[in-house]
């Protein structure tokens, strides 16, 4: 090789960065969901679910939603807010939801759908600690907020942001949102995800995504660009400010995520098939109240059924109940045509062989489930309550692994090799074939954490475990961000836009 | 609780031993296979290697052999021990093959069932050196070998053994078989595997088997109870140590698995289907052998297609590719209504998240692949060249959650609580409810090694990670180790077989 040539291989090299990772794309899952559950079956949780909304009933505890409820038939006892759903009103009012939903990113290239056969990963969403093996677990700030937003937008396998990667307790509460936009906005160029907590910080959102995207919040209708989760306090409520954030969220024609948090021996009975029943009433409570609000309004069907440690009553995470339960919420999403979520979780306390197979446990429910939307999809550790951005980096690895497993593989002549088998013949080896040589540098996954080096080499250079890596990695990840480009115009105006909003809090607090 | 039921429950504890683990079984496979491949792929496939058995061939580097393959009508080249095989001869002795073998145990208890649906765990096979926390890598000893013996036999999850768990380096290699084979006798009740390697290897295993189980090497060929993993010279070849056993088992009727080793990109095409293709072509060779010298002969389809890091060469294991190979091979299996046999490979150098991931992913290739028999179920490390006592016992915890997933959700009226949602209500939680209660010791997966405290317990009590868990674990199970009973004239006449061979093979060295 010229010396030339060493220089543009290196150069190409450190463009890279230090992530040699997969492209972006739409993944798609070719094969047919695993049904847990017979049709008989998904048909008595089904039936057992309308029950519970017929007999027992869900709270609503908002009287807009009520008095919406009400006018549609349902049976309102006014005084404790419950409300009785009959099973036509269900059905009639789920019906309307679309089977399919793209999500517009500020960057078009980053928009994806939610749907059909796609598969699209999140970040991590919502834990209040984050933590590193350098530093240990600490409360989240707004510096490891924008980390964990640079991270999402380094990775290619990270199709959109769920939530906040971490919660930036440093920031005053009332305004924190604000500036999480901002990150979100500035930092990446995926879609994102408000808090349905309240209406103001629904239209906040929809504000600066209309202003990133230089357009209105009317316009953002057409094109909905941001995507809200709902966990229903379970069993059976919906409480006030969740209420006015989705239905703010259905208004403007932007999805909302109906995924009740049905801890099976906890919120929701010590069975899964009960969990289920549980899951998939509140589940359609949720969406038929965003129908109501805007019939065909965008939603999914959130699966998050797990099983506490019945000894202790402690949350776990990638259980075998977890992953059978990920599968059957797949099916109970598809009995209604509506997308699917489910999630990447685990219950470890460090980024060890069990973060890694509860993960994995967890993501496969999600994949032969055929989950459209994995939300925690990279740095959900300890049960939820820490994003670790070791685990991100671990998590990232897994998921460009599954994205790869769902690639079919490629049969033709070629690809057989037959003539490399008559050249090389019994006994030999294919390390210098043309046929090895032509595929030399796309013929396997390559992997951004995995060692694959021998014993003694890997022992030589510090024995290094896949934390210790991944540590390595993501600030070397860090290191090499760049942010995506942004109009100074824009930007300009979302900082007026932020500032004129504290202001505004600060007074009407 | 008076004190008589304390004292009571202390002892049950005492008693379960330092494992709480689920009780042996049988584990079914309740899912459709995954389809990596279309009919029309397989077939294309299925032709090709055809195609390269008619027209290349494949090395058989023993006479008797190639008498047999002859005499079928094989186009022999006796010169360079070239075979052709006519796809008519290959599918008319592939035929003949049962699709479902009883592996008998000396406790029939512990006899398996290898077709249909079932699904069955072996031990870590082969690896020359063995490593723990504590002593590092080491090359593997007797005593090791035992010790692995003893935890195979202590975990319900592995259903028998499939070579043995560490190479016993120690012992001299012309005598070390009957050594090892003591142990498989004395220290386990399940089934168990003596090497091809000559036949004197498999006779002195049947004589052994015969002698534990009271009956006759003639008697045996109706209850098989030893089965042999032949991994075929990739490419294209059969050596002469490896034909004269399998030929031993064969003739006796004990199940053997022919597994070409089809690393792609070193001793196989650098695609996953010409690998597959390859794969293909060496297995049916292998199973046609073994028709030809016995019809009927129990054979199982092995696969074991993984690809190099093409950048240095290293193999690796648990990649995308491997996944999507374990599922091809069912199909190939399946397609030939053979058994099927995969593998819990990975490529880490530690028992860490990666060596979690890849095990993972090679188990649900496995799994979705529709495996009868999982070889090297647990303990593997390092691409096979160490068996990690840790590794046993996350593997043994992986495993389970597998059986756990494979088991049917429960699906009926009690199960779907409603009278419990009734009693909550919304709002409430489920901890004490009569639903819960009854169901308290049995609902949910207890996990062996996962540690679901929250994490400042977790921390107070040292922050151990799996691995180190893992790690005390296996002690604890080494400590509570019981020999399985074994009559006392049995073992006198094993070790006077025993003594009896070990002269003999002094005097023939």
């Not at 980053?110 to 990963?121: A, Y």
Request: with cysteine.
């Amino acid at each position: 090789m010229s010396r030339d040539q060493q220089r543009s291989r290196a150069r190409a090299r450190r463009d890279a960065g230090p992530l040699r990772q997969l492209p972006w794309r739409q993944v798609r899952n070719p094969f047919p969901p695993v049904e847990v559950l017979s049709a008989d079956q998904v048909e008595a949780i089904h039936k057992a679910s309308l029950e519970v909304l017929e007999d027992i009933g869900m709270e609503f505890l908002d009287d807009g939603a009520i008095d919406l409820l009400a006018r549609a038939g349902a049976s309102v006892d006014r005084g404790n807010q419950r409300v009785r759903l009959d099973r036509g009103l269900v059905m009639e009012q789920v019906a309307k939801a679309p089977s399919a939903i793209t999500l517009h990113a500020r960057n078009a290239e980053r928009s994806v759908t939610l749907g059909g056969d796609r598969i699209n990963f999140c970040m991590v969403a919502s834990p209040p600690n984050c933590s590193d093996l350098e530093r240990g677990k600490r409360a989240g700030t707004y510096q490891d907020y924008c980390d964990f937003l640079r991270l999402a937008q380094s990775l290619n396998i990270i199709h959109f942001l769920g939530g906040y990667p971490v919660e930036p307790v440093d920031l005053p509460p009332e305004t924190r949102h604000l500036d999480c936009y901002m990150g979100y906005i500035t930092l990446t160029d995926r879609a994102w995800h408000p808090y349905s907590l309240g209406r103001a910080r629904i239209m906040d959102g929809l504000a600066m995504l209309a202003i990133a995207r230089g357009t209105t919040i009317e316009a953002l209708e057409r094109e909905p660009g941001v995507i809200s989760v709902v966990n229903t306090n379970s069993p059976l409520r919906l409480d006030g400010p969740m209420i006015q954030g989705l239905t703010a969220m259905a208004r403007h024609n932007q999805p909302v995520v109906v995924t009740p948090f049905t801890l099976s021996g906890a919120m929701s009975p010590a069975t899964i098939v009960g969990a289920l029943v549980q899951q998939n009433a509140e589940a359609l409570a949720g969406i038929t109240l965003l129908q109501l609000v805007r019939p065909g309004a965008p939603a999914l069907y959130g699966g998050f059924t797990s099983n506490v440690d019945m000894k202790s009553g402690a949350p776990a995470f990638g259980t075998p109940e977890y992953t059978k339960a990920a599968l059957a919420g797949g099916q109970l999403a598809r009995r209604y045509g509506l997308p699917y979520r489910s999630s990447n979780a685990n219950a470890s306390n460090a980024p060890d062989a069990q973060a890694a197979y509860e993960s994995e446990m967890s993501v496969w429910g999600a994949v032969m489930g055929h989950a459209n939307m994995v939300l925690h999809g990279a740095g959900w550790l300890e049960g939820g309550l820490t994003a670790s951005f070791e685990k991100v980096m671990i998590d990232a690895e897994i998921l460009q692994m599954i994205a790869e497993v769902l690639r079919p593989i490629e049969v033709n002549e070629a690809a057989f090799g037959l003539d490399a088998l008559r050249e090389v013949g019994p006994g030999g080896h294919f390390f210098g074939a043309k046929h090895t040589l032509d595929r030399y540098e796309t013929a396997f996954y390559t992997p951004i954490l995995s060692d694959w080096r021998n014993f003694e080499t890997w022992r030589a250079t510090g024995a290094q475990t896949a934390a210790q890596r991944a540590h390595r990695l993501y600030k070397d990840v860090l290191g090499a961000y760049q942010p995506p480009p942004l109009d100074a115009t824009i930007r300009t105006e979302l900082d007026a836009y932020v500032a004129r909003r504290k202001k505004e809090i600060a007074a009407e607090g």
